[in-house]
Nanobody, 122 residues
Framework: QVQVAESGGGPAQAGGSLRLSCTAS????????MGWFRRGPGQERDFVAA????????LYAQFAKGRFTISRDNDKTTTYLQMNSLKAEDTAVYYC???????????????WGQGTQVIVSS
């Protein structure tokens, strides 16, 4: 089992920045990829970004390109999502997940955190 926990959400102004953190613990040796997803009010859960631990290869949703950056620390247990130039439509619950493949589909991610709320006001 892998436990995943997010932190760093909260209120932000449009045009501002937030950095989300995700810590993985437990049997992390089986984890190959860490990803971020989000669910806006009344919306489906959408892929945001992911990073593959063995080579730092990254994958981004189109809306995240140029504004969001995913990274990890050297011990590979913490993954970050730096979000810049925030927009009101970025308001969502952001979820971190541990997975097996660098992919957009949430079916590739087996372990999920509880989520952290981001509210962007204009």
């Amino acid at each position: 089992q892998v436990q995943v926990a997010e932190s760093g959400g909260g209120p932000a102004q449009a045009g501002g920045s937030l950095r989300l953190s995700c810590t993985a613990s437990g049997r992390t040796r089986s984890t190959l990829v860490m990803g971020w997803f989000r669910r806006g009010p009344g919306q489906e859960r959408d892929f945001v970004a992911a990073i593959r631990w063995r080579d730092d290869e990254t994958l981004y949703a189109q809306f995240a390109k140029g504004r969001f950056t995913i990274s990890r620390d050297n011990d590979k247990t913490t993954t970050y999502l730096q979000m810049n130039s925030l927009k009101a439509e970025d308001t969502a619950v952001y979820y971190c997940a541990a997975g097996e493949a660098l992919a957009y589909g949430d079916g590739w991610y087996s372990y999920w955190g509880q989520g952290t709320q981001v509210i962007v006001s204009s």
